[in-house]
């Protein structure tokens, strides 16, 4: 019989801002542009697309091609989404 599976949803897991923080953290860590996109995609969903979108400035479109794995948001896209979740982005020297 084959074993029965469920799709995976993190957006369970990110329903507290400390927890999207984090998530943020570690995806900017790796450096990893797929990473990052992502994990603003995430973010993104948990706290509803049409009103990040609406924040943000961009279309619903926008978001949903741009903030996956395989995406490349524009920097300003970045920056609404961050802010429309209540961040910023911030630069530190490297360690």
Do not use: C, W
């Not at 507290?16 to 996109?37: E, H, K, N, S, V």
């Amino acid at each position: 019989m084959p074993l029965k599976t469920t799709p995976f949803e993190p957006e369970m897991y990110f329903t507290d801002p400390a927890d999207q923080l984090d998530l943020l953290r570690d995806a900017f860590a790796t450096g990893d542009a797929g990473t990052i996109a992502d994990a603003l995609g995430i973010v993104a969903r948990v706290n509803g697309v049409a009103s990040t979108a609406e924040a943000a400035s961009v279309s619903r479109m926008v978001l949903d091609k741009g903030l996956t794995k395989g995406g490349d948001p524009k920097l300003s896209t970045l920056l609404g989404v961050l802010k429309a979740a209540g961040f910023e982005l911030t630069v530190a020297p490297l360690r």
